[in-house]
């Protein structure tokens, strides 16, 4: 069956790599053999696809990302402009006797962004971390952590300051629906006023 996604001629994509329809990929950018990349997928200008990435369907890469090997991105994930991911706990150029470091020398950290999650402009995810569903990362962040789900985190390190609705709204706690038994905190959108369950786990590392 023919695909139908659209590459823009200034892009470089592997043959062996495979593009869900609906997708398209803008200038300058370059997807790797072995990357596979959902449907309904935007990579803005310059995004850089790494060897056997995995990219959901309808996730959207804005400007001067690269995403390397050892990160999955789910279905729906967004990232900010110029968003950095790593895959090196120990980066080095070189070996201790001084000769330059192969692909065998390394180990790779694996980075997960689940269903729904955005991340902000600028925003640095440290590899060996996973990022939960529908949570939010501000811009400027330096994750170093586990994301919640619904997580909202920003700062320097990052630190879990709320939750968030799937339309982006912070939730609110509900006074009269705290189960201290049941190990779940229920939240509330004051927007859309989706009621949301929160681990108790999760609630307890707030900044307030």
């Given at each position: 069956?023919?695909s139908?996604?659209?590459?823009?001629?200034?892009?470089d994509?592997?043959?062996?790599a495979?593009?869900?329809n609906?997708?398209?990929?803008?200038q300058?950018c370059?997807?790797r053999e072995?990357?596979v990349?959902?449907r309904n997928?935007?990579?803005?200008k310059?995004v850089y696809i790494?060897?056997?990435?995995?990219?959901?369907?309808?996730?959207?890469i804005?400007?001067g990302i690269?995403?390397?090997h050892?990160v999955?991105l789910e279905?729906?994930?967004?990232?900010?402009?110029?968003?950095?991911?790593?895959?090196?706990?120990?980066p080095?150029s070189?070996?201790?006797?001084?000769?330059?470091?192969?692909?065998?020398?390394?180990d790779?950290?694996?980075?997960?962004v689940?269903l729904?999650?955005?991340?902000?402009?600028?925003?640095?995810?440290?590899?060996?971390?996973t990022i939960?569903c529908?949570?939010?990362v501000g811009?400027?962040a330096?994750v170093?952590?586990d994301?919640?789900?619904?997580?909202?985190?920003?700062?320097?390190?990052?630190?879990l300051?709320?939750?968030v609705?799937?339309?982006?709204?912070k939730?609110?706690e509900?006074v009269?629906?705290?189960n201290q038994?049941?190990?779940?905190?229920p939240?509330?959108?004051?927007i859309?006023?989706?009621t949301?369950?929160?681990?108790q786990t999760?609630y307890?590392?707030?900044?307030?």
């Amino acid at each position: 069956m023919e695909s139908n996604y659209f590459v823009h001629p200034t892009a470089d994509v592997s043959p062996h790599a495979i593009i869900g329809n609906g997708t398209n990929i803008w200038q300058h950018c370059q997807v790797r053999e072995g990357a596979v990349i959902g449907r309904n997928c935007i990579l803005s200008k310059g995004v850089y696809i790494d060897a056997d990435v995995r990219i959901g369907n309808n996730v959207k890469i804005q400007n001067g990302i690269s995403v390397y090997h050892g990160v999955t991105l789910e279905d729906g994930v967004f990232c900010g402009p110029h968003c950095v991911f790593m895959n090196d706990r120990r980066p080095r150029s070189i070996k201790p006797d001084g000769t330059l470091k192969g692909a065998d020398d390394w180990d790779v950290s694996e980075t997960l962004v689940k269903l729904g999650a955005s991340i902000g402009a600028h925003a640095a995810i440290v590899c060996g971390v996973t990022i939960g569903c529908w949570a939010m990362v501000g811009a400027g962040a330096i994750v170093t952590r586990d994301v919640p789900d619904y997580g909202l985190t920003y700062g320097n390190p990052a630190q879990l300051h709320g939750f968030v609705c799937p339309c982006g709204e912070k939730l609110t706690e509900m006074v009269d629906g705290t189960n201290q038994d049941s190990g779940l905190i229920p939240m509330q959108c004051p927007i859309c006023h989706l009621t949301i369950l929160i681990l108790q786990t999760d609630y307890a590392r707030l900044i307030i």
